[in-house]
């Protein structure tokens, strides 16, 4: 099994990138990368389906500074769906981060429709929900 590359860069579209910032600029999470990791576990638990993604730009250049249990977590969920899929795993870093990144986009979309209109304090508290109670 491939793994995440902390020395890699991580990509993202325009529209994901400016709700990332939105996130960071309310100071919902300290990092746009956190949120789009976090976008990729919520989307990873929900078995969300996910397409090819293209117009990416770089969110990230490196993404060393991230806990490694984040990228552990991330590597054992990418390994778990190829498997319950059906499909391969990953050839390469490259191939897992092109996964991630595919479930973040799609995560992204369902945490901003599910928080639209919502103030920092309504958001933090749907993420307990979401952490706590698998919402």
Do not use: H
Not at 114 to 132: H, L, M, P, T, Y
Request: aromatic share 8%; proline share 4%.
């Amino acid at each position: 099994m491939q793994r995440l590359d902390p020395n890699a860069s991580i990509s993202t579209t325009q529209e994901a990138k400016q709700y990332l910032e939105f996130l960071k600029d309310k100071k919902v999470f300290p990092y746009m990368i956190d949120a789009y990791f976090f976008a990729a576990a919520y989307a990873m638990n929900r078995d969300v389906e996910v397409e090819p993604v293209s117009g990416l730009k770089t969110l990230a250049q490196n993404i060393s500074f991230v806990d490694s249990d984040v990228f552990l977590a991330l590597d054992a969920a990418v390994k778990a769906i190829c498997k319950r899929k059906g499909k391969p795993e990953p050839k390469d870093n490259k191939e897992v981060a092109n996964i991630v990144i595919q479930y973040a986009e799609a995560g992204l979309k369902l945490l901003k429709a599910r928080w639209e209109g919502k103030i920092k304090s309504q958001i933090q508290n749907d993420i307990c929900k979401i952490i706590v109670n698998n919402e």
